[in-house]
């Protein structure tokens, strides 16, 4: 009896503190909002904040139902992961609709209100990057499509497709941009922004999808390995894309792209700090069992919702002259 109310109690603290993953939405919002005092960003940035903290976590989903493949007993229920991932999904799909409604409504220098349907089907058709925001379009459709029927069967199905599409939406924008008239330009890009989604994403899809202290000791590791690697990623293709974009380091401070990258670069050493302190604490305690459920959670949603604000910065930066 008092086993169970135990049980009950801790289910309860730890529901009510994956609701402090919704505030990475702020923080995503918080970071935009840097981004305008630093420069002039588009007014999709917002929009596009919440698509690509929602879109990594669905990535991260994806990457943690990889990870858990080959184990007997799964710390997480196929119901569970599926259920995450379509409504993930639907909130991508969402935000990636109203991203496509403002980007045309720039295109074609009309306000949204006078667009109409026709000169939006014209921007999706007859436009490059209307195309390419419309492949991104469809395969967001169809990894939220793949989860909702994957939930509904109640089947272990793989995530291969998910992490596929999941990986092409996220990228589809940024591999057709300035880096893209560079040598391997595109290629830098796609492994930048797939990392950054990785350490993000798989983080908060643990943090939402775990519940037990022997969960977290398997699964922690695990993503803190993959972590150090998404770091090394972003960092490297991070420096070459701000020495491609920028003239001189005078321009870390005189254009707003430059204050920008600067105070990306800060906001990244921060959280590199943290992850850094808790690589050497948390991870080796929670991997011998040493860490409750709940701390690690707290610890979990911390560092989501740090890095939703650097996902903001870059979210200006990405839409930023």
Not at 39 to 59: N, Q, Y
Not at 173 to 178: A, E, K, L
Request: proline residues 3%.
């Amino acid at each position: 009896m008092v086993r169970a109310a135990q049980a009950e109690g801790l289910i309860t603290v730890l529901v009510a503190r994956r609701r402090w993953l919704l505030v990475a939405a702020v923080g995503a919002l918080t970071g935009v909002a840097a981004g305008w005092l630093l420069a002039a960003p588009d007014p999709s940035s917002w929009v596009r904040a919440l698509s690509l903290c929602a879109g990594s976590t669905v990535l991260g989903a994806a990457a943690v139902a990889a990870m858990m493949r080959g184990d007997r007993r799964p710390d997480v229920s196929p119901t569970d992961l599926w259920r995450l991932v379509a409504a993930l999904g639907g909130l991508w799909l969402s935000a990636d609709t109203v991203q496509i409604v403002l980007e045309a409504s720039a295109s074609v220098g009309e306000p949204v209100g006078a667009l109409g349907a026709r000169r939006l089907v014209d921007y999706l058709g007859g436009v490059g990057t209307g195309r390419i925001t419309a492949v991104a379009w469809l395969c967001v459709a169809a990894c939220t499509t793949f989860a909702a029927v994957a939930h509904r069967s109640g089947t272990d199905r793989s995530a291969a497709p998910v992490l596929v599409t999941a990986g092409l939406a996220l990228i589809a924008r940024p591999v057709t941009g300035h880096m893209s008239q560079q040598p391997l330009g595109s290629l830098l890009d796609a492994a930048h922004v797939v990392a950054a989604a990785l350490w993000f994403g798989t983080l908060a899809a643990l943090a939402a999808l775990l519940r037990s202290r022997g969960a977290w000791a398997r699964q922690l590791p695990r993503y803190s390995t993959l972590a150090l690697r998404c770091v090394a990623v972003v960092a490297m293709t991070g420096v070459v894309d701000a020495a491609v974009r920028l003239g001189s380091m005078s321009d870390l401070v005189t254009t707003g792209y430059g204050r920008l990258v600067l105070t990306k670069a800060v906001l990244l050493a921060a959280l590199l700090g943290l992850a850094l302190w808790w690589r050497r604490g948390w991870v080796p305690a929670a991997g011998a069992h040493r860490v409750r459920a709940e701390v690690s959670l707290r610890n979990a949603v911390i560092e989501v919702c740090a890095m939703s604000v650097v996902f903001g910065v870059a979210a200006a930066l990405a839409t930023s002259a």
